[in-house]
């Protein structure tokens, strides 16, 4: 199973709405996944725990210490583009992992 | 029929107006609503109630901790203080509430008729123009929060029940319509992203993009846009809500500390002795904000996930197609990552600016930055800014906004007595629009809610009216609309 977490500003708003649209999108691509939300803040130190994290372009550079340790990073541009984010899974993920 | 009413008030007393349970039992029946098995509806149960008692705990926590500095600051120099935050705001509010009696849960059936009237306006779009569903669960308890302590405030005498279907169709009516107004600055920004702001400064988006293209224009002369400028890179640490919102509390409650000194403090404070470091009592003190800050958000988190989760079923089961406002972050990944941090900046700098005036002009209110209004109401007014104007309105823009957040939360923290409490929610409709709708309630009364939720309903339809042909399109079939607009 994927441990996934998704993060915003706050952890409160964007973030949720990343977790909704790629725990749909997931389920579609049929992987297996536990997904939570929280603030970039707190993301960042929980980051090399996780297997993948999401959030908006804008915050991208917050996780480059996680990044060098494995973790994958899939930033978002349009958070509730299920198109975009089923192409970034493929991308990122599932052919990272073939 | 006496046994249907010992039930009845049996949940009344138990369940309605306690709002730990009220939110547990509410996402336990949209559960069931939805159709999902009894054990994720119990589980539901679980989170949304836990949520709300750890909300409750940090809420109290940020009131007790600002009270010894609160009654310090009367006590010297007969002022009082507000952070302008929606979270201390909501805390502030909920203090109010309780104060005079009411119970809390009003907040959570306001919110629920308010959501319900919104998705009837769309229902109606034909008529009523509104072509958004606000979702973002969060903003709508802060908001509800906020506007019943308004309405208490405005009309004591109201029964409960009247006060929250009052409410509801007005805050609903705001929801649809405000979120409304950004439809096509949203869209144009995104490129047909399929959503718009469903947050706490749509007003001020909307006119962010009326005014930065005159801004990014001014005598003919082009602004730079932010692609082409570099940050040092330390700033982006501040996009860090525990790092921005501990700096902040330690940069202002440090000086206003400092300047009352140690021995009031240890006169008012009981946990203070004059014996022990004084600098370590306001590093501790002011980081404590950012504890309860964090712990309340973690309450809300808990319970608004639920939430939020099941409005987003509701209205694409109920309005297929109808397109959702949602938090304004979700702009910032079609901003350059600048505009986040020049927003924040400038945001802060007018700020600042603004609370020295206050200081020099002696308010009797004292406003302290809080993390949300400063950072995120700016940030989307920068991406926004930059977008229609360049650099120069996004720096113009931001500056001119941070002032307007201290002037009308001082405003309204002193107007609506919140200040004896500690907050005001200072998002920047809540310091423009807002304030203007509660002096037309306390005024007016009845005739104000009535002007207002008017006022409001007219806005949708004068959107309508200057782009008859397509202003459905901008909603629903964006590149038609795009192609409309370039001929």
Not at chain 2, 70 to 80: C, E, G, I, M, V
Not at chain 2, 82 to 106: C, H, L, R, T, W
Not at chain 2, 221 to 242: A, R, Y
Request: aromatic share 12%; charged share 15%.
């Amino acid at each position: 199973m994927l441990r996934v977490i998704a993060a915003c500003g706050n952890g409160m708003g964007s973030s949720q709405i990343i977790k909704m649209k790629i725990e749909k999108v997931f389920k579609k691509l049929n992987i297996d996944v536990k997904i939570e939300h929280t603030s970039i803040g707190i993301a960042k130190n929980q980051a090399p725990s996780y297997d993948v994290v999401f959030c908006s372009e804008s915050f991208i550079s917050t996780f480059d210490s996680a990044a060098a340790r494995g973790t994958i990073i899939v930033p978002l541009k349009n958070l509730l583009s299920e198109q975009e984010i089923e192409e970034k899974i493929v991308k990122y993920i599932v052919n990272k992992e073939a | 029929m006496e046994f249907l009413l010992s039930i009845w008030g049996y949940f009344q007393a138990n369940i309605l107006t306690k709002p730990a349970f009220f939110v547990g039992f509410i996402v336990f029946l949209g559960y069931i609503l939805l159709r999902k098995p009894i054990y994720e509806a119990f589980a539901g149960f679980i989170k949304a109630t836990v949520g709300y008692l750890i909300l409750n705990i940090a809420a109290g926590g940020l009131v007790t901790t600002f009270r010894p500095i609160l009654a310090a600051l009367k006590d010297r120099f007969n002022l009082q203080a507000a952070v302008i935050d929606p979270y201390f705001g909501q805390a502030a509010a909920q203090a109010a509430i309780e104060n005079v009696g009411k119970s809390f849960s009003m907040m959570m059936q306001v919110l629920l008729v308010a959501f319900a009237f919104n998705l009837i306006l769309v229902i109606f779009r034909k008529l009523t123009k509104v072509r958004t569903v606000f979702i973002t669960g969060h903003i709508m308890v802060q908001q509800s929060a906020t506007a019943l302590w308004m309405v208490i405030f405005c009309f004591p005498e109201l029964q409960n029940n009247g006060m929250v279907m009052m409410l509801g169709l007005l805050l609903g009516t705001y929801w649809a319509v405000s979120s409304n107004l950004t439809v096509e600055a949203t869209q144009d920004l995104t490129d047909g992203g399929g959503f718009a702001v469903g947050h706490q400064q749509m007003f001020g988006v909307w006119l962010t993009s009326k005014i930065a293209p005159k801004i990014g224009n001014i005598g003919g002369k082009k602004s730079k846009s932010l692609d082409e400028i570099k940050l040092p890179g330390f700033l982006s640490v501040f996009n860090d809500n525990v790092v921005a919102t501990g700096t902040l509390m330690l940069l202002f409650f440090g000086i206003i500390m400092t300047i009352l000194g140690p021995e009031l403090m240890a006169t008012i404070d009981d946990k203070y002795k004059v014996e022990s470091s004084f600098t370590f009592y306001i590093l501790e003190k002011s980081l404590t904000f950012s504890v309860y800050l964090a712990i309340l958000q973690l309450g809300v988190r808990m319970f608004v996930s639920e939430l939020t989760e099941s409005f987003q079923g509701i209205s694409s089961r109920l309005l297929p197609g109808s397109m959702p406002a949602v938090d304004c972050a979700a702009t910032y990944g079609f901003g350059n990552p600048n505009a986040v941090t020049i927003g924040f900046l400038f945001g802060a700098l007018g700020q600042f600016v603004a609370i020295l005036g206050l200081v020099v002009f002696k308010s009797p209110v004292l406003i302290i930055t809080g993390f949300v209004p400063v950072f995120f109401d700016n940030a989307t007014f920068a991406v926004f800014a930059n977008k229609k104007g360049g650099l120069r309105a996004a720096i113009v823009i931001t500056f001119l906004a941070g002032i307007v957040q201290v002037l009308g939360g001082a405003f309204a923290a002193s107007y609506f007595q919140t200040a004896q409490f500690g907050g005001w929610h200072g998002n920047f409709d809540w310091d423009t629009v807002w304030p203007v709708i509660g002096i037309l309630m306390k005024n007016l009364q009845y005739v104000g809610v009535g002007i207002v939720i008017i006022a409001l309903l007219a806005i949708p339809q004068l959107q309508y009216f200057k782009n008859k042909a397509h202003y459905f399109e901008a909603a629903e079939d964006y590149d038609a609309y795009k192609a409309a607009m370039n001929k």
